[in-house]
């Protein structure tokens, strides 16, 4: 279950006494807070807090432009402005309050994102829960053989059974045994001492969820957005990263469209790349061989440009 009772409970009291505030407010946003979206088996993401809108954004450049503005006549052309040219501290005054509840193999990854600030359930004070990553049979997939870095086709019958099946009952056997070691007595009732919960924890496999708290600002959220959103992350994270998509689109959505129209949707392009796209428009035929590009960045080059 992605929420406690508990939890529900505490969600449905907040929103149901909200302050006034002379704060900038996102109608969008307001819409999303402490409203947990579902992700994966049992892992969540909801907004605790935030501050700003696509007015901040705007608010800030102004400060730093002044009146030297006047050619950007409105907000949406600034904010596009500002993606464009990489103008990014006015996003960073933005900033988004998550509760997040993951796999430990997905922190993993997410972790490595170092501009953000995180505070983690602890597995030394708390009993971590029975709950673990067991993925859908769809993605449950054989290691690809073009990306050493991916997943290829979904397994099948009596293998998928089987991987399900040993996935299943090594989380339960693992959490079977943290139970036994943190056990004031044994299984026949005797008493024992009881291992520390710090160190209980460590035959504990990496599916077993976790949970934060993780601030970040506009600025560093679309970074890890633009590597985690992107077709090439691994699905456990991505679709992490589209859900926080959806709740960012309502809360900014000047902003959150630039993101998606110059980072999402657009390509860096190398020097050599732009010559070839000027040799193309005039009319030769530029191939792999007479590009000056390696074979990995022809394709991707082509990845772009082909239509
Ligand atoms: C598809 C994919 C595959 C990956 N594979 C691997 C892998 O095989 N092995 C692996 O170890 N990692 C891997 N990573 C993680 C990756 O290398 C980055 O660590 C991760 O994406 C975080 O990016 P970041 O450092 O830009 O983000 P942040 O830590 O949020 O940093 C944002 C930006 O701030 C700046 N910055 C932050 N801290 C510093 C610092 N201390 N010094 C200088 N500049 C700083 C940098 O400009 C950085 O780009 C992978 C990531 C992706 C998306």
């Known amino acids: 279950m992605p929420l406690t009772d508990d939890q529900r409970a ?16 996102s109608e969008g946003m307001e819409a999303h807070m402490y409203r947990a979206h579902e992700v994966l088996d049992h892992g969540f993401i909801r907004v605790i807090d935030y501050m700003g809108d696509d007015t901040a ?19 949406e052309g600034l904010i596009r402005y500002l993606m464009r040219h990489w103008h990014s501290t006015p996003f960073e005054m933005c900033e988004i309050k998550l509760h997040v509840k993951l796999p430990v193999f997905v922190a993993r990854q997410w972790i490595r994102h170092r501009t953000a600030n995180v505070n983690e359930y602890s597995a030394r004070y708390s009993i971590l829960d029975r709950e673990f990553y067991i993925p859908h049979p769809d993605q449950l997939a054989a290691q690809s053989v073009v990306n050493n870095q991916g997943r290829g086709a979904v397994l099948e019958g009596e293998e998928a059974a089987r991987v399900l099946d040993m996935l299943k009952r090594d989380a339960n056997t693992a959490y079977d045994h943290y139970e036994a070691m943190l056990s004031p007595t044994q299984a026949d009732g005797s008493p024992q001492q009881g291992l520390a919960r710090e160190l209980a924890r460590m035959n504990l496999p990496a599916n077993i969820y976790t949970q934060w708290y993780w601030k970040v600002d506009l600025h560093n959220l679309f970074h890890f957005l633009r590597l985690r959103a992107d077709a090439h992350a691994q699905y456990e994270i991505r679709v992490y990263a ?14 959150f469209a630039a993101f998606e129209d110059y980072r999402m949707g657009g390509a860096t392009l ?8 000027r040799r193309m428009l005039k009319g030769e035929e530029v191939t792999q061989e007479n590009s000056g590009m390696s074979k990995g960045e022809w394709r991707e080059f082509m990845g772009v440009v082909d239509v």
């Open 10 to 25: 505490e969600i449905e009291a907040t929103r149901a006494t909200p302050k006034p505030t002379l704060r900038a407010v």
């Open 57 to 75: 954004i705007v608010q800030a450049a102004r400060v730093s432009y002044g009146a030297g503005t006047k050619h950007v006549s409105n907000d």
């Open 242 to 255: 589209d859900a926080i998509c959806k709740v960012v689109a309502d809360w900014v959505p000047i902003a």
């Open 270 to 277: 190398s020097g050599k790349a732009i010559e070839c796209v």
